[in-house]
């Protein structure tokens, strides 16, 4: 009993502060740094090598496999979670009775890209998952690294190309990483939208490979049903009927401080 007080779990409390940093970046930069959650398996992997007691085994070898069936399980779990997500919620249609003015903008040069659109603005990553992922813009007017001008053609942007298409059938290809600005005015717009992005299912893959398969469902659906909760408080208590944009890292720390504690007491 007094070796184990002195040889506390300490991949927990890594894993804990890993998941205060996501918290805190999620919040302050509005991504998950993949350096941040693909670190935190690498380092997690290694941990079970060079500490397996901390993986409740003895053999090396069993604990790297908790530690990888864990990483597969988050991955695998929460994908499935956002291919169901893209297919019931896959499309966000936007009419506007007068035109509006659109661009795309990078706000500092280490971070990515975000869409305007009248009043809203989207992260680049929560628009384009996958490079199929395509945002369909009817533009009135269009100006592409202001020397190209267009009127009434139809935009397929994607995650590294744009496609113009005209009413006369015939259609240019941009690159992107040719663009060097990318504005117009638009009265309609299909947007590909995803439940939550890819960053969040290598935060759930993290989760897995320091704590294994089983902890990670109970602290990922943990984390969703809390999110849904505080949704659902926020909406029948706000006068605009409309829910902020929440991040789930935080919901996931407070879920595995919960879990963990009820692991700590045999109570899961």
Same mark, same amino acid.
């Given at each position: 009993?007094?070796?184990?007080? =002195?040889?506390p779990d300490?991949?927990?409390?890594?894993?804990?502060?890993? @998941?205060?940093?996501?918290?805190?970046?999620?919040?302050?930069?509005?991504?998950?740094?993949?350096?941040?959650?693909?670190?935190?398996?690498?380092?997690? #992997?290694?941990?079970?090598?060079?500490?397996?007691?901390?993986? %409740?085994?003895?053999? $090396?070898?069993?604990?790297?496999?908790?530690?990888?069936?864990?990483?597969?399980?988050?991955?695998?779990?929460?994908?499935? @979670?956002?291919?169901?997500?893209?297919?019931?919620?896959?499309?966000?249609? =936007?009419?506007?009775?007068? &035109?509006?003015?659109?661009?795309?903008?990078? &706000?500092a040069d280490?971070?990515?890209?975000?869409?305007?659109?009248?009043?809203?603005?989207?992260?680049?990553?929560?628009?384009? =998952?996958?490079?199929?992922?395509?945002?369909?813009?009817?533009?009135?007017?269009?100006?592409?690294?202001?020397?190209?001008?267009?009127?009434?053609?139809?935009?397929? #942007?994607?995650?590294?190309?744009?496609?113009? $298409?005209?009413?006369?059938?015939?259609?240019?290809?941009?690159?992107?990483?040719?663009?060097?600005?990318?504005?117009?005015?638009?009265?309609?717009?299909? /947007? &590909?939208?995803?439940? /939550?992005?890819?960053?969040?299912?290598?935060?759930?893959?993290?989760?897995?490979?320091?704590? %294994?398969?089983?902890?990670?469902? #109970?602290?990922f659906g943990?984390?969703?049903?809390? =999110?849904? @909760?505080?949704?659902?408080?926020?909406?029948?208590?706000?006068?605009?009927?409309?829910?902020? $944009?929440?991040?789930?890292?935080?919901?996931?720390?407070?879920?595995?401080?919960?879990?963990?504690?009820?692991?700590?007491?045999?109570?899961?």
């Open positions: 009993m007094q070796d184990s007080l =002195m040889n300490i991949s927990k409390f890594i894993f804990l502060l890993l @998941l205060i940093a996501a918290t805190y970046t999620s919040y302050r930069q509005a991504i998950l740094p993949h350096k941040l959650t693909l670190g935190g398996v690498g380092g997690a #992997l290694l941990l079970s090598i060079l500490f397996p007691q901390w993986w %409740g085994e003895t053999s $090396r070898l069993a604990s790297f496999g908790i530690a990888l069936l864990g990483f597969f399980a988050g991955l695998l779990s929460t994908w499935i @979670l956002i291919e169901l997500g893209k297919y019931f919620f896959g499309k966000k249609n =936007m009419l506007f009775t007068e &035109p509006v003015k659109w661009n795309v903008k990078q &706000p280490d971070l990515p890209p975000v869409v305007n659109i009248g009043n809203e603005t989207y992260r680049w990553e929560d628009v384009f =998952m996958r490079a199929t992922d395509c945002m369909l813009i009817k533009c009135a007017t269009l100006h592409v690294s202001g020397k190209y001008c267009f009127e009434n053609v139809v935009a397929h #942007l994607k995650m590294e190309t744009l496609e113009l $298409r005209k009413h006369d059938g015939h259609t240019e290809l941009f690159e992107l990483q040719n663009i060097t600005s990318l504005e117009g005015t638009t009265h309609a717009v299909v /947007m &590909p939208r995803e439940v /939550m992005g890819f960053g969040v299912a290598l935060l759930s893959a993290m989760t897995g490979t320091f704590l %294994g398969p089983k902890l990670e469902i #109970l602290i943990g984390a969703l049903l809390i =999110m849904c @909760l505080v949704t659902l408080l926020y909406v029948c208590s706000s006068r605009a009927r409309t829910s902020p $944009r929440l991040e789930i890292a935080p919901f996931m720390l407070v879920s595995s401080i919960v879990v963990l504690i009820l692991r700590h007491y045999s109570l899961v």
